[in-house]
């Protein structure tokens, strides 16, 4: 099936930089999801991506729907303790075997962030 | 933040035992889905349900069974718990099935089988 391959697995970070991370497929994607799942809750979406070189920001997190559909880019700037969590990325796949198919999110595994002060 | 309760939200079994888990919305959205969460391996689909009585499975599904007898509750049993399906089990909801889906998740449910 399709695969997400999320990029890097974790990332250690000083109070104040910047954080980037990013999403790849071998498939196109319609949409692309940002989610942030943080210790002990479920995830929360972040940021929702719609079209081809979209780049949508939400507060101080920027995120972009790569120009070949296969791919996006979250980054985070001047980070801040509570920026800690794991950050997921998601698409919808499409199952061709039936009409209910957009639904089933694909995701990738995940990039652990740890901001120290 | 979006009706969803999970429960219970931690449960420890016995090998060889029937778990079932428990999804309530009242955001009367016609999806919901149970997802697995384990290190190194984001979330995986187990199943779906895209309406009452209508559900299919997803990548993961041997061992798990569901149920949906109304909108706003989901149902997820393990016939007969193993050592695998130890996990963190998320429950989520979408109104649509269309190409912009955004889900919104439960708290999750930690299943320990020993």
């Known amino acids: 099936g399709q695969q997400l391959n999320q990029s890097p697995q974790s990332m250690f970070i000083q109070e104040g930089e910047d954080v980037s991370m990013n999403c790849t497929s071998s498939?196109?994607?319609?949409?692309w999801l940002w989610y942030k799942q943080d210790p002990g809750e479920g995830p929360v979406l972040l940021i929702a991506l719609y079209k081809a070189g979209e780049l949508t920001s939400n507060g101080r997190l920027t995120a972009q729907f790569g120009i070949t559909r296969k791919d996006s880019f979250l980054n985070i700037s001047a980070s801040i303790p509570s920026d800690v969590g794991i950050y997921f990325c998601?698409?919808?796949?499409?199952?061709?075997?039936?009409?209910?198919?957009?639904?089933?999110?694909?995701f990738g595994a995940g990039t652990q962030v740890v901001v120290t002060p | 933040d979006a009706g969803i309760t999970q429960s219970p939200r931690h449960k420890v079994t016995e090998t060889g035992t029937p778990v079932t888990l428990r999804c309530h919305q009242t955001?009367?959205?016609?999806?919901m889905y149970w997802y697995r969460q384990d290190p190194g391996h984001g979330l995986r689909l187990i199943h779906y349900s895209y309406g009452v009585k209508d559900t299919d499975k997803g990548e993961v599904s041997d061992g798990y069974s569901v149920s949906r007898s109304k909108t706003e509750d989901f149902l997820l049993t393990l016939e007969s718990a193993t050592s695998s399906q130890t996990s963190v089990y998320f429950c989520a909801i979408t109104q649509t099935g269309g190409p912009n889906t955004e889900a919104f998740f439960g708290q999750g449910t930690r299943l320990t089988v020993v």
């Open positions: 955001e009367n959205h016609r999806y």
């Open positions: 998601a698409g919808p796949t499409r199952d061709l075997m039936t009409t209910d198919s957009w639904g089933k999110l694909q």
């Open positions: 498939s196109i994607f319609n949409t």
